[in-house]
């Protein structure tokens, strides 16, 4: 088993990205898709998958954490532009349609919290720098906080909950976003 420190052979990693797409993928319709579905659409066997995720909870805790990762990317890479924070606050809407179910498996499974903090606080921290750049162009109203982005946040997951399969989803997500930035544009 690869430590944090060697390198992944090159199948492995192949598998385990495909193993991560297939979840994407499952966990996009149901928060509680079989295991034995995700090794199948991925072309692996189920000791591979097993090896990568031991369960449920590490393979979603693995797409989560890697949501945030491109949060993070995205943010950094338009790192002064003034619509960031616009870009970004998009790419969490379109993350919170797409895997809305992922958030409800997290939520029921009380002994991650503290890892579902850590990645509320890595969010926060990525769109920190991108708020503070609307707000220098004033593009933003000057009193919204990064607590505010996290109600907006709440305000789209709770449209896509009432929404019924991916497509609708994401016009709810889509569309509720656009009515909060409407909201806090200046």
Avoid at 117 to 125: S, V
């Amino acid at each position: 088993m690869p430590t944090s420190t060697s390198p992944r052979r090159k199948d492995a990693e192949r598998n385990r990205l495909a193993i991560l797409d297939a979840a994407r993928e499952l966990f996009a319709d149901c928060a509680d898709p079989p295991m034995c579905e995700i090794a199948r659409r991925a072309g692996v066997g189920q000791a591979t998958l097993y090896r990568n995720f031991p369960d449920r909870w590490a393979l979603a805790a693995e797409l989560l954490a890697d949501e945030v990762a491109r949060t993070k990317a995205l943010a950094q890479e338009h790192a002064g532009d003034p619509e960031a924070l616009f870009m970004v606050l998009r790419h969490i809407a379109d993350m919170v349609a797409r895997l809305h179910v992922i958030g409800d498996l997290a939520r029921a499974d009380a002994q991650h919290t503290s890892e579902l903090r850590e990645r509320r606080r890595q969010l926060g921290e990525a769109i920190k720098r991108p708020l503070r750049d609307a707000k220098a162009s004033q593009s933003v109203r000057r009193d919204l906080t990064v607590q505010d982005v996290f109600l907006m946040i709440r305000m789209v997951r709770g449209a896509v909950d009432e929404a019924d399969g991916p497509a609708a989803r994401a016009a709810a997500a889509s569309r509720t976003l656009a009515l909060l930035l409407d909201g806090i544009a200046r």
